[in-house]
């Protein structure tokens, strides 16, 4: 079962002191910002850092030894009151690479939404196989091998957002 941790998100906005020295109005609400919710900085694969200032709602760790890869998701509420996600995902061979997937919700339904709808057989690294080379029987046995991989990365997946959900819920 995947490790959740939830975060207690404070009500209580920090009280604001006077700024001496601003020099504009954008200055200024970065600051007040920074106040009420640290900065976050996340990678995101094939895009530019996804930044924003909130606070982290929720993670969860789905480490499993059987599987050569393993998500861990992170829930964010920004300071204008929209979700993110970041769904991270980690191989454990030399020559994988992590993936970091980051995306805003208006709110938990889109949040719910799309974690139900992600495919996580989009995770898995390309396959490539010498055709030439191969006979009709090893193609569909390595053909079933890989249904069978996407099968155990979507099984973890989905255990690890019903974990994530099911904590958020309760």
């Known amino acids: 079962m995947p490790t959740v941790t939830l975060f207690q998100v404070s009500e ?17 609400l970065r600051e007040l910002a920074e106040r009420i919710a640290p900065l976050h900085v996340l990678r995101n694969t094939g895009y530019r850092p996804f930044a924003f200032n909130g606070q982290v709602l929720a993670t969860v760790c789905g480490i499993d030894q059987v599987l ?3 998500y861990e998701i992170n829930v964010y509420v920004n300071v ?7 769904i991270r995902v980690f191989g454990k061979g030399v020559n994988s690479n992590d993936l970091f997937r980051v995306a805003e919700h208006e709110d938990l339904e889109a949040l719910h939404t799309y ?5 996580p057989c989009g995770d898995l690294p390309p396959i490539r196989y010498d055709t ?3 006979s009709a029987a090893a193609l569909t046995l390595q053909a079933i091998e890989l249904q069978a991989e996407m099968r155990r990365i979507s ?5 690890t957002v019903g974990a994530l959900l099911n904590a958020l819920a309760g």
């Not at 099984?155 to 255990?159: G, I, K, L, P, T």
Request: glycine fraction near 2%; avoid cysteine; charge should be negative.
């Open 155 to 159: 099984d973890h997946y989905q255990s």
């Open 12 to 28: 209580d906005l920090v009280p604001m002191s006077p700024v001496a020295h601003v020099a504009t109005h954008a200055d200024r």
């Open 115 to 119: 974690f139900e709808h992600y495919d």
């Open 80 to 86: 204008l009151g929209a979700y993110v996600s970041d």
């Open 132 to 134: 030439s080379a191969t």
């Open 68 to 70: 050569l890869y393993w």
